[in-house]
């Protein structure tokens, strides 16, 4: 068993900034790979980053590439998402994520946490 929390999501203006955190607890975080999605309104479900169990790697969507930043902090079961330079296109709901296995593609995540609201208005 296990859990994922997020938080930190709000509504800003655009070119802002905003920080996601999600706290993971018993097996959904220990020994797995992480990962942001985002779901807009009336689309499907879309990887954002993926980091590493160990944090040495990353994967990021072309769309936040030098914008976002994905980081964890394994001592205390959390997973960051830094968002910089926001765009009223990075509206969604942003959901945390674990997985044994890596990639990007969402059926690989067996752990998910509820979601944030991030709302960025131009």
């Known amino acids: 068993q296990g859990r994922l929390v997020e938080s930190g999501g709000r509504s800003v203006q655009a070119g802002g900034s905003l920080r996601l955190d999600c706290i993971g607890s018993?097996?959904?975080?220990?020994?797995?790979?992480m990962a942001w999605f985002r779901q807009a309104p009336g689309k499907e479900r879309e990887s954002v980053a993926i980091?590493?169990?160990?944090?040495?790697?990353?994967i990021y969507a072309e769309s936040v590439k030098g914008r976002f930043t994905i980081s964890r902090d394994n001592a205390k079961n959390t997973l960051y998402l830094q968002m910089n330079s926001l765009k009223p296109e990075d509206t969604a709901v942003y959901y945390c994520?674990?997985?044994?296995?890596?990639?990007?593609?969402?059926?690989?995540?067996?752990?998910w946490g509820q979601g944030t609201q991030v709302t960025v208005s131009s």
């Open positions: 980091i590493s169990q160990n944090g040495g790697s990353t």
């Open positions: 994520a674990a997985a044994l296995s890596w990639g990007t593609h969402v059926s690989l995540y067996g752990y």
């Open positions: 018993g097996r959904a975080f220990s020994g797995k790979n």
